[in-house]
T-cell receptor, first 113, second 115 residues
């Protein structure tokens, strides 16, 4: 079952522009993570934000988390053609779950050179 | 940099046949996950191991799927018999607990086509 819903489902931009993807979830979480998947490949972890954090940065990535709205956003600044991929948010519940993640449906990002 | 290994990368099988996938996690990672990803969707957890023990297999179709991690290191996922609806990417991931959270490291996946 998919907990997260991502918006938009697809995003097409030009190189140099910023890309923003949103994720909403339903139940309380311990943390929320973003992953990238290049076509036909495995997923790569991008960033983790804990439930007591509101914003986190990593290079050109900025993630925000609003637990009251049960939503998160991923901002990629100054996008590059190499950023073309699918992006997934994944939520980790609290308690003894050994890191079980529930993934959203993903946003397909296309960056045109 | 250590990686999760999976084999085979691609598998074509006929329905009703048996198929098996293998995963070797990053050394020292106690937690191992198997996911199924249907084209256009996010990964869905099938089974999760902590060392050699199954901690979550609630989404595993147990009538045809089985998974084991006998020595708490590498793992095998089996489907018998395969059905057309099993065509998907099967992903293995491993993780280590760090500061109360788990970041997952994924293998390249096995693309299964059932004909």
């Amino acid at each position: 079952s998919q907990q997260g819903e991502e918006d938009p489902q697809a995003l097409s931009i030009q190189e140099g522009e910023n890309a923003t993807m949103n994720c909403s979830y339903k139940t309380s979480i311990n943390n929320l993570q973003w992953y990238r998947q290049n076509s036909g490949r495995g997923l790569v972890h991008l960033i983790l934000i804990r439930s007591n954090e509101r914003e986190k940065h990593s290079g050109r990535l900025r993630v925000t988390l609003d637990t009251s709205k049960k939503s998160s956003s991923l901002l990629i600044t100054a996008s590059r053609a190499a950023d073309t991929a699918s992006y997934f948010c994944a939520t980790a519940p609290g308690g003894t779950s050994y890191g079980k993640l529930t993934f959203g449906q993903g946003t397909i990002l296309t960056v045109h050179p | 940099e250590a990686e999760v290994a999976q084999s085979p990368r691609y598998k074509i099988t006929e329905k009703s046949q048996a198929v098996a996938f293998w995963c070797d996690p990053i050394s020292g990672h106690a937690t191992l996950y198997w996911y199924r990803q249907i084209l256009g969707q996010g990964p869905e957890l099938l089974v999760q191991f902590q060392d050699e023990s199954v901690v979550d297999d609630s989404q595993l179709p147990k009538d045809r799927f089985s998974a084991e991690r006998l020595k708490g290191v590498d793992s095998t996922l089996k489907i018998q018999p395969a059905e057309l609806g099993d065509s998907a990417m099967y992903l293995c991931a491993s993780s280590l607990r760090r500061q109360g959270a788990y970041e997952q490291y994924f293998g390249p996946g096995t693309r299964l086509t059932v004909t």
